[in-house]
Each structure stands twice: as structure tokens, then as C-alpha cells.
């Protein structure tokens, strides 16, 4: 399993980013795909989960400003994150293969490279 993760960068707060990430080497469309980031000095913590079916949960500090989405034709699963703020700063990840439940999504074995999302001024 590949995961190919793109769209980091740098913004200024109240900006937007989207992240991609592109699996190669799994049925994607049977899969359920998340979001996670990892700030420095900090654990890696979930930021949104996609279920193959499209039903999706976040985490209460990206509510109402991320939107994930998946692409299935292209084996893509997208984070549109609008209104970013600096604590949103960390490098995110992309996983595939976990199990979701309605409320939380436990991560797979599959990771990505990480893509560096920095929210400065």
C-alpha cells in the first residue's frame, strides 16, 4: 500500500489549504480513509475519517472549517480546510484501511509521508 500526500504549505491565518492523497495498492473504494496531524511535542490525533459510504466524522476543532472528501474514480481522498488558524499547524497524514464507527475512526496500518501545513502571519 502507497499513500501519497500533497498540498501542505504555508498560509496565513484565516487562509485555505486542500490536502490530497492518492492510495495505490488497495481496493480503495471498500477502504475507510483519515485525516490525522501531528503538531510539534504533540501526539498524532485524529482530524477526519471518510467511511467507503461517504459518512464522515471530525474532530471538534476542525468542525464547521475542514471538509473531507474521497474520490473513488481516482483513488483520492481530499481535506478542503478553510479559516485555518495557527494551532492548526502540524503535519498531516493520511491513513487507509481503518474501521469507523459513527463517532471515531481507529487507524489502519497504512501511512502516508506526512505533509507539512504551517498557519503564520
Given at each position: ?6 498540498g ?14 492518492i ?99
Amino acid at each position: 500500500v502507497q499513500l501519497q500526500a500533497s498540498g501542505g504549505g504555508l498560509v496565513q491565518p484565516g487562509g485555505s489549504l486542500r490536502l490530497s492523497c492518492i492510495a495505490s495498492g488497495i481496493i480503495f473504494r471498500i477502504n475507510a480513509m483519515g485525516w490525522y496531524r501531528q503538531a510539534p511535542g504533540k501526539q498524532r490525533e485524529l482530524v477526519a475519517a471518510i467511511s467507503s459510504g461517504g459518512g464522515t466524522i471530525y474532530a471538534d476543532s476542525v468542525k464547521g472549517r475542514f471538509t473531507i472528501s474521497r474520490d473513488n474514480a481516482k483513488n483520492t481522498v481530499s481535506l478542503q480546510m478553510n479559516s485555518l488558524k495557527p494551532e492548526d499547524t502540524a503535519v498531516f497524514y493520511c491513513n487507509a484501511g481503518g474501521s469507523m464507527s459513527s463517532s471515531t475512526y481507529y487507524s489502519g496500518r497504512s501511512w502516508g509521508q506526512g505533509t507539512q501545513v504551517t498557519v503564520s502571519s
